[in-house]
């Protein structure tokens, strides 16, 4: 069996000079094929769709950029990246929907929610003090998760309410990594704490 030949790949500043010198004619092709795939998707408007499949076919980072092989028409490019991202959430949705209804819910899984959660009713010096309080502690941990990547990602998605499978989507770590990042944040919520009561 011979050697696979490496595929030649469109620059980002080729595509960009091709997206730029798109026709009429093409721009309605693209908005009828980004209708089709918006519609399979379920969740999003074409034009966001085919606005997200350009920023794909450009973005700087390599790991996320969608290459484009020389030779391939740029409308045929487009609309195979917008078949993959519609495709990409409908599978997202769907294990979603299969991780929650398997999700054994437990502490680890709301370490922050359980930390800031208060339905106390509170004076408006009170709510000023909690608020200061709420600061300090996210700004504490942002610090404390700076030096990894990973768990700074977790904290993040944390904060904006993220959790099981779609923490460990955001934060690209698995559901046993998910957990050791876990207990490190509670590690370091339990340093805030004391650090707290001794000041």
Same mark, same amino acid.
């Given at each position: 069996?011979?050697?696979?030949?490496?595929?030649?790949?469109? =620059?980002? =500043?080729?595509?960009?000079?091709? %997206? *730029?010198?798109?026709?009429?004619?093409?721009?309605?092709?693209?908005?009828?094929?980004?209708?089709?795939?918006?519609?399979? #998707?379920?969740?999003?408007?074409? /034009?966001? %769709?085919?606005? =997200?499949?350009?920023?794909?076919?450009?973005?700087?980072?390599?790991?996320?950029?969608?290459?484009?092989?020389?030779?391939?028409?740029?409308?045929?490019?487009?609309?195979?990246?917008?078949?993959?991202? #519609?495709?990409?959430?409908? /599978?997202?949705?769907?294990?979603?929907?299969? #991780?929650?209804?398997?999700?054994?819910?437990?502490? /680890?899984?709301?370490? %922050?929610?359980?930390?800031? #959660?208060?339905?106390?009713?509170?004076?408006?010096?009170?709510?000023?003090?909690?608020?200061?309080?709420?600061?300090?502690?996210?700004?504490?941990? /942002?610090?404390?998760?700076?030096?990894?990547?990973?768990?700074? %990602?977790?904290?993040?998605?944390?904060?904006?309410?993220?959790? *099981?499978?779609?923490?460990?989507?955001?934060?690209?770590?698995?559901?046993?990594?998910?957990?050791?990042?876990?207990?490190?944040?509670?590690?370091?919520?339990?340093?805030?704490?004391?650090?707290?009561?001794?000041?």
């Amino acid at each position: 069996m011979g050697a696979i030949e490496p595929v030649d790949i469109k =620059e980002t =500043e080729e595509l960009r000079d091709e %997206l *730029g010198a798109l026709c009429i004619t093409d721009k309605v092709r693209l908005k009828k094929i980004s209708k089709i795939w918006a519609d399979v #998707a379920g969740d999003i408007e074409p /034009e966001d %769709l085919l606005h =997200e499949a350009m920023m794909k076919a450009i973005e700087e980072n390599p790991r996320s950029r969608r290459r484009c092989p020389t030779g391939v028409e740029l409308v045929k490019f487009l609309s195979g990246v917008m078949r993959s991202l #519609a495709n990409n959430r409908v /599978e997202w949705r769907k294990r979603r929907k299969e #991780a929650l209804a398997a999700e054994i819910q437990h502490p /680890e899984y709301d370490l %922050l929610t359980a930390a800031t #959660a208060d339905t106390t009713f509170r004076t408006p010096e009170e709510e000023l003090l909690h608020a200061e309080h709420e600061q300090a502690f996210h700004a504490f941990l /942002e610090e404390q998760c700076k030096g990894c990547e990973k768990t700074h %990602l977790v904290l993040l998605g944390g904060f904006d309410g993220l959790r *099981g499978q779609d923490l460990c989507d955001f934060a690209g770590v698995t559901k046993k990594e998910l957990a050791t990042i876990h207990r490190r944040i509670a590690r370091m919520m339990d340093r805030f704490k004391k650090e707290r009561s001794q000041s």
